[in-house]
DNA sequence: ACCTGAACACCGTTCAAGT
DNA sequence: ACCTGAACACCGTTCAAGT
């Protein structure tokens, strides 16, 4: 059974010229519930009650409520800065752009959320892929490597905030007790005692510095990779055949 | 207000020597659940119906439904294999993990939203994170290095999987008129001629092909990143003070 | 110790009816 | 063209009551 594929953006919209609510309205409103209060706060209910409205009013605007978290998606998107060229080094553009991009996402945790729930093909997440296309043109790469290296820092900087999304959402914001759940967590691993020596024999830092310092050596390795393809562009992996196996 | 901590790995279990359900039993028909059909189709209701019991009953042994999906979520881990050193290089061992990690995760595309929900600390995950401490220790990493080399692999594969889940998501597995979606969103793409273009002179290759090589390409980018860290050990990246700025 | 049913406060969505 | 209210089929969770 192959559902039908639909998006906001692969069909009409309403005409936008009259009186009432406007689907931008509806948008705004939608994100800042969702930055306020999180993924799963977000109701129809709610978001219709914000725009003093009935919630059932919202299906004037949008099929339901995939395609308004489609919007708030693009919305995301739009909020992301540059990647712009300038005269910077190819490997600064692309770690300002990293670190931006790692910084609206932690600011919009609902936004990583729904990248892996729904296809991103609005017009400011379309501009983004050609920003950063050019980007990666300008540093040197040619034919399908430009998408696939512009795809590359996308996925490690995605990759990289998931798992601290994890813990900020179970744990909250502030860190309150954190040493209590550190030992917690070593109590909890203490059939492997290499792990919990080689915690406690790195020196003590928050969470958040931890997890800066490992999105810069991931970020490093990315990096550097990338700076090997630009040298010589076609190699394969170790063990290339896999791929192809992978998914006939 | 900072919310309290708490896990199902971070309380007293029940006396598991008794009648009735067992835990593992729950957790075993919701993975049955979620992996059929999918994360939101997963309700206490449907589950407790599933094992011939009111969805109340269910409250007795988990406190509430995120601790259910923190013990599927550990499942999944559980599902992983290897990492196991043996004789082949590292370079082998992390790139097969790499890709048995992704096909497992495209098998349980759940896991995926889960792990940017729930913190992962139950013992499948602890055993998992110990092997891979093992093979980057075999590979010449120390000290840090072993926890942030480990960590970008995983990241990596995460982030590369995550925009994949989404297509299918809104998709289908079948790949059904998708010359019909690629027209779409080439048409929606319409004001980047470059892009387009672009696409046009790449040679057609089904989306798991691509999706797939992107997968090569970035990990062959990480793999020469963590070789260039085996050689010099500490480096940092071209902006280094952001990190520490990010978050004070 | 374990399970039940009723009840509470919610959901997304449809649809006939209003203006 | 736009909005409403009632209604349907769901949710997660609590809690007194049963065995």
Partial sequence: MTKQFSSVWTREMRQPKTSGLRRDQIVTAAVEILDAEGLSALSMRKLGAKLDSGATSLYWYVANKGELLELALDEFWGMLDGADPGEASWREVVTT???????????????????????????????????????????????????????????????????????????????????????????????????????????????ATARALAFDYGLLCVLDGLAARLRHPRESSGVPDESAKMQP
């Fill in 97 to 207: 752009f990293a670190y931006s991009f790692r910084e609206t996402l932690l600011a919009h945790p609902w936004a990583a959320t729904l990248i892996g729930q729904l296809p991103s093909m609005g017009p400011n997440s379309l501009r983004l892929t050609d920003r950063l296309r050019r980007a990666f043109v300008q540093a040197g790469f040619t034919g399908t490597d430009i998408y696939l290296s512009s795809g590359t820092v996308m996925c490690f900087v995605l990759g990289q905030v998931m798992p601290e999304l994890a813990w900020s959402n179970a744990y909250g914001d502030a860190e309150p007790d954190r040493d209590a759940l550190i030992e917690d967590v070593l109590e909890l691993a203490h059939e492997y005692p290499e792990m919990v020596e080689e915690y406690r024999a790195t020196p003590p830092m928050s969470v």
